[in-house]
Antibody, heavy 118, light 110 residues
Framework: QITLKESGPTLVKPTQTLTLTCTFS??????????VGWIRQPPGKALEWLAL???????RYSPSLKSRLTITKDTSKNQVVLTMTNMDPVDTATYYCAHVYGDPFDYWGQGTLVTVSS | QSVLTQPPSVSAAPGQKVTISCSGS????????VSWYQQLPGTAPKLLIYDNNKRPSGIPDRFSGSKSGTSATLGITGLQTGDEADYYC???????????FGGGTKLTVL
């Protein structure tokens, strides 16, 4: 079955760079049509899409955060990495990675809470 | 301010039916598939409906989706207390070249 799990720091300081890793199983990111996305959710607020990478290395970013985000994949390790630069307290959120095939985010990781504070 | 507009909250009694609306525009709902997600308290979102009206395996037929023009609707019949959750609609926005979500709707089963 498909599973995804996010990992990374729980606490980062303002201006630092956040690096999150999504480790997955049950599918391959070299399969046509498959992608992995990142979505975040500030405490008590709505979901916000961040980035998406596809099997062919096509990358899409949220227009409002594009300058701060980089998404990469390591197909051999079954991992997708998201980096976000210049972190700010407003970036405090639970960060999720999710599997995509076709259109919807059909499988989600459990999420990881990242707090930005000095 | 979300690109897709949902009511902040809806409520109904156990056994009743409820609908949740999601309003957008021609650049998103009007020309792209809509999906719906259920987020139970303290958990990750879960796909409920995709491609406007399809249910993934394991999702009961109490949940349904529809789309008309630039709006989509999630319907839930036979409400159960376990349906209390936040519900989000989502789609692609061709103008923004971005995935977008609604602001979420909190369902209370009275």
């Amino acid at each position: 079955q498909i599973t995804l799990k996010e990992s990374g720091p729980t606490l980062v300081k303002p201006t630092q760079t956040l690096t999150l890793t999504c480790t997955f199983s049950g599918f391959s990111l070299s399969t046509s049509g498959v992608g992995v996305g990142w979505i975040r959710q500030p405490p008590g607020k709505a979901l916000e899409w961040l980035a998406l990478i596809y099997w062919d290395d096509d990358k899409r970013y949220s227009p409002s955060l594009k300058s701060r985000l980089t998404i990469t994949k390591d197909t051999s390790k079954n991992q997708v990495v998201l980096t976000m630069t210049n972190m700010d307290p407003v970036d405090t959120a639970t960060y999720y990675c999710a599997h995509v095939y076709g259109d919807p985010f059909d499988y989600w990781g459990q999420g990881t809470l990242v707090t930005v504070s000095s | 301010q979300s690109v897709l507009t949902q009511p902040p909250s809806v409520s109904a009694a156990p056994g009743q039916k409820v609908t949740i609306s999601c309003s957008g525009s021609s650049s998103n709902i009007g020309n792209n598939y809509v999906s719906w997600y259920q987020q139970l308290p303290g958990t990750a979102p879960k796909l409920l409906i995709y491609d406007n009206n399809k249910r993934p395996s394991g999702i009961p037929d109490r949940f349904s989706g529809s789309k008309s023009g630039t709006s989509a609707t999630l319907g839930i019949t036979g409400l159960q207390t376990g349906d209390e959750a936040d519900y989000y609609c989502g789609t692609w926005d061709s103008s923004l070249s971005a995935r977008v979500f609604g602001g979420g709707t909190k369902l209370t089963v009275l």
